[in-house]
């Protein structure tokens, strides 16, 4: 309810002009006030602009031997915000209530956020002193409900978050998509569904810049076409990771490089300053292993020159994310916890402390 105010009116005083001077002088003050309270008679109402509580960190900073690292890709996507967990037809959504007591159990367990900056510090050095009990909470594609619905949940527990983006998903919200690839005189649409699989799913490079910049920063998981599944080959679907046909091998390493270096290069140009190149996202995890510890892992078939995608991966970037556990070490590979919208509460607790007392986050194996 706006405060209500009281009018004080002050006694009339004698001024050394006429009276209609005087009259058109407050006319002239009075659509003055008018104009400057926005249209409205009186002054404009008292408002307060949302500022979410932070938890500031005044403990003791200290060297960690692991930082867990956790994923969400969509959130209230065929489930209700309020459903405890949300089992929808997409089982990479959750409900905002989920997020919202996932990332509460994470502040009363006395665990502190770290940038993807910090963490890709303590990669290449074991000294770098971090808050107590780290944690990297990262977000994958650059979907709008996700980044945009859990900003004031992250923003209120005083929590940062690294968003990796496909800039092609980027680039298809606005209405560019990808032009055909052409191998061997074929040409293939490497981005089908653009754009309308993108528009008011995937936030737009301005939308993108709106974000909180407490909150978030920005690395790459895809470029212009990266994130595709190829449709021509049921054997082997993954853009990054698999060679089209008729492609040599020089132009398979070439094409990668490429789609790399053009996905950086975009993020830096629409997002400058906000942006850690250091590491990179594998779409589908696909650096060609076949074989997962975990049940729910994805599948890593490649076609590619064997090794090749792990070397260069490794070559060029500090961390090197994937989702299957039994990576974590070898080759900058680094695990990602996937959360799920079928995960209770409870299965997070119990599946996170699992993958941490098992050193799956641990710098050294």
């Not at 109402?45 to 960690?64: F, K, N």
């Not at 956020?113 to 944690?135: D, I």
């Not at 994310?321 to 070490?329: K, Y």
Request: aromatic content about 10%; glycine content about 8%.
């Amino acid at each position: 309810m706006a405060e209500k105010t009281r009018t004080v009116v002050p006694r009339r005083r004698r001024w050394p002009i006429s009276a209609a001077l005087s009259l058109l002088l407050l006319l002239v003050l009075g659509i003055a006030a008018w104009a400057a309270a926005g249209s409205g008679l009186g002054p404009p109402p008292r408002t307060t602009a949302y500022q979410p509580p932070v938890r500031a960190y005044h403990g003791r900073y200290t060297t960690a031997a692991a930082i867990p690292v956790i994923v969400y890709h969509e959130m209230d996507n065929g489930c209700k915000a309020s459903a405890v967990t949300c089992r929808s037809k997409d089982p990479e959504s959750v409900s905002t209530a989920q997020f919202t007591g996932e990332m509460a159990w994470l502040v009363r367990a006395g665990y502190h956020s770290v940038t993807l900056s910090q963490y890709t510090a303590w990669l290449g050095n074991a000294k770098t002193t971090l808050p107590a009990k780290p944690v990297l909470i990262t977000a994958d594609n650059g979907i709008g409900n996700f980044l945009t619905g859990a900003q004031p949940v992250l923003a209120r527990d005083g929590f940062t978050a690294t968003a990796f983006l496909v800039t092609g998903f980027a680039d298809g919200a606005e209405g560019a998509c990808a032009p055909e690839y052409k191998v061997a005189l074929v040409s293939y649409d490497v981005q089908p569904g653009c754009p309308e699989d993108n528009q008011y799913w995937d936030l737009t490079w301005a939308q993108l810049k709106a974000l909180d910049s407490q909150v978030w920063q920005f690395s790459l998981e895809a470029g212009p076409a990266g994130h595709y599944v190829q449709d021509y080959d049921s054997r082997c679907t993954v853009f990054d990771a698999c060679m089209m046909p008729g492609e040599t091998t020089a132009e398979y390493k070439a094409r990668v490089a490429d789609e790399l270096t053009a996905g950086v290069s975009a993020l830096d140009r629409e997002l400058p300053g906000r942006v850690i190149s250091a590491a990179w996202v594998v779409p589908y995890s696909d650096l060609g292993y076949r074989r997962c510890r975990q049940a729910d892992c994805t599948p890593q078939p490649s076609d590619g020159p064997r090794g090749w995608l792990a070397g260069y991966a490794a070559s060029r970037f500090r961390a090197v994310f994937v989702e299957d556990a039994s990576r974590n070490g070898p080759g900058h590979e680094r695990f990602r916890f996937d959360v799920n919208g079928q995960d209770t509460l409870a299965y997070f607790q119990k599946t996170l402390t699992g993958f941490i007392r098992a050193g799956d986050f641990s710098r050294e194996r």
